[in-house]
């Protein structure tokens, strides 16, 4: 597998473009259109808040039939909470997209990321979609990346090129983060482009697969589902065999979209609101699966364990403590903590450990916290970062 | 009712003090105890976590015979996971004490609260143990008070008198809010005393009903259930007829321990580590007790609320979309959400409210926030406090 250039506009057949239409301040790029050339096969993964803007509900109806041509974004406008007018408008911005594009309405997928409780200025985005439309182009994601980003510090875009059955196969993928300033819904997207030639039960159940153990698996704030919406576009354009069971190609297939899904979750863990630190927290031991994530995420949760890694305090009675109230089944007494690869907490009990060496790997932007509860052999890892002044002052600002 | 002085040496027949003996340092305060003349009906209400300190396993054991003399509270040291020597070490106090009161160590109830993963200094310990039964006063509450803070700012101690067939009951109460550096369990204690003449199963269920609304109900750091020990004594030196059924003087007693409980629960949140704003949420309209304590508690557990009420920003759709998340059934189209009396939301969407008018709000020390689900009838309700650059600051920083 090779890291290639050109993220979303990577594989055949794809073109996007990024435009500013006046939703955000100060003429910055706000609306983001990726385009297949044709028909692709499409996948998405949903948030599971019971609060959905109205821009998704309307993908969620779209992305039904399995087929789609082009995904719209806005930036700078959750359109959510607005009432049925929120709806509305976003079937207006797939008509008007699928006019431009001479496709069904049903194949554009539209997605709205910003202050909730706000409507969309309509005039604007639809400027907006028509200017998109005639700029789109065959390296234009990472202008598509840049429209789609809010309070994001980093860009967050990847391609990579395999190869099945000899011919090459591309995969690209751009996000932006849970960093927002407002509500944390509408706060992750995540758009996957690829030319493979795949069924799209396999191209669905691949990108299931990788959600759960990536953009499901990072927490900025406490809700550690951050996954608002990831798509995946496939338009065949490669010239492998079609993908159609899961064989030796299908693999290598998840395997590369794995890589693009863990690339990209932990670059919005690392770019969250105000993070100095990227924090790995690994449950290993667990009885099953329901355990190794009560515990991991509440470690990973845990506003007194991201401010003593902000504090670079090995501070592993607060790690103990939240598997403690996660409600997983475990036994102190068994339970081993690791900093890096330092043995902090055995079997429950404190570890006379070297306050340096704890120094030291404190010190460094990417730790790893790992808990043993051996008590079985399920694991859970999420990413997260740590929690910092610049959190509490970019979250306590006004909504302006 | 009437508020009266003295906390927890208030009703008859109890004597407190609190001493230095360097568990602490700056020869601060670091141990109390609190103790009536004679045997007492004792109930306690302990903390959920798997995680126990030894201390509190010790005083797990003790109370089950419903009867108490006195307890020995030590701060800076959570005698927490350091092994069999710290179940040792609480039994050992309990024993001291016990000889030097002349009763036995199942009568002492004992707790620790500090860093975990550290022994706790026994020599020290038992010297403090002895200048402080020789310390024992009928107005030492305060003192006793002081020796169990920790990182609190306020101390919290409260008195009530009501009146039983004519005769003089009185309640006392004292509590040590989490406000500590380490680890957050045993960040907890609650103490209260009364002299009334009550039954040991109505005190325990009296205790365990007002423990339920209130020191259950209140957040700093998103570990909700922060009651890690709450402990009654009642030594009937009062002159009333027996609490032996639900009568209307069991109503008065519990009407009076709910005010005690509440005022040290509001006080914990309000002292919260860095906190500026007490928050209390209420959620009303939900279908059942499950929905409402899952939709009130996300609301009070989410940074994103809490750093925006830090901020007197009325950014309500961060509120809704905790509860969105919160796993609470409810129709977002059907929420209606107040900051003080003024609506922001109303059926899931926003209203056109006057920014002035929430900024007066805001600017409050004291923030309600309502939210109504308009699915049933049930309602709970939690106290927190906002999320602060000091909270960053104090959690942040080293054990030591």
Known sequence: MNIIEGGVTAPKG????????????????????????????ASGVFTTNVVKGHSLQVSMEHIKNG????????????????????????????????????????????????VIGTKLNMPNIRSGIRSAVNSLSADGGSDAEEAIMTTDLVPKEI???????????????????????????ATMIGIITTDANISRSLLDKALKHCVRSTFNRISVDGDTSVCDSVFV???????????????????????????????LAKLIAKDGEGATKLIEVIVDGALDEDDAYKAVSAVA??????????GEDANWGRIITAVGYSGATFDPNLTDIHLGNLLVCRNGCAVNFDENAAKEILKK????????????????????????????????????
């Open 14 to 41: 794809f073109k996007a473009t990024g435009v500013a239409c006046g939703i955000k301040k100060n003429n910055k790029k706000d609306l983001a259109i990726v385009c297949s050339d044709d028909t692709a096969v």
């Open 67 to 114: 087929f789609a041509r082009a995904i719209v974004i806005n930036s700078g406008n959750a359109n959510a909470c607005v009432g049925e007018s929120g709806y509305n408008d976003a079937k207006d911005m797939t008509k008007l997209a699928a006019e431009l594009l001479n496709c069904e309405p049903e194949d554009i997928l539209v997605n709205s990321t910003g």
């Open 159 to 185: 391609a990579v090129e395999i190869e099945l059955q000899g011919e090459k196969v591309r995969i690209g993928g751009m996000a932006k983060g849970s960093g927002m300033i407002h509500p944390n819904m």
């Open 233 to 263: 576009l496939a338009n065949g354009y490669a010239d492998n065999d079609a993908i159609v069971k899961e064989d030796y190609e299908y693999s290598v297939f998840v395997d590369a979209l794995m890589y693009v899904c863990t690339y």
């Open 301 to 310: 949760k845990s506003p007194l364990v991201k401010t003593a890694i902000f």
């Open 365 to 400: 932007k990417e730790i790893l916290i790992r808990i043993n509860l051996k008590r079985g052999n399920v694991s859970d890892r999420i990413w997260t970062c740590d929690f910092t002044y610049d959190y509490v002052k970019i979250n306590g600002s006004y909504r302006s």
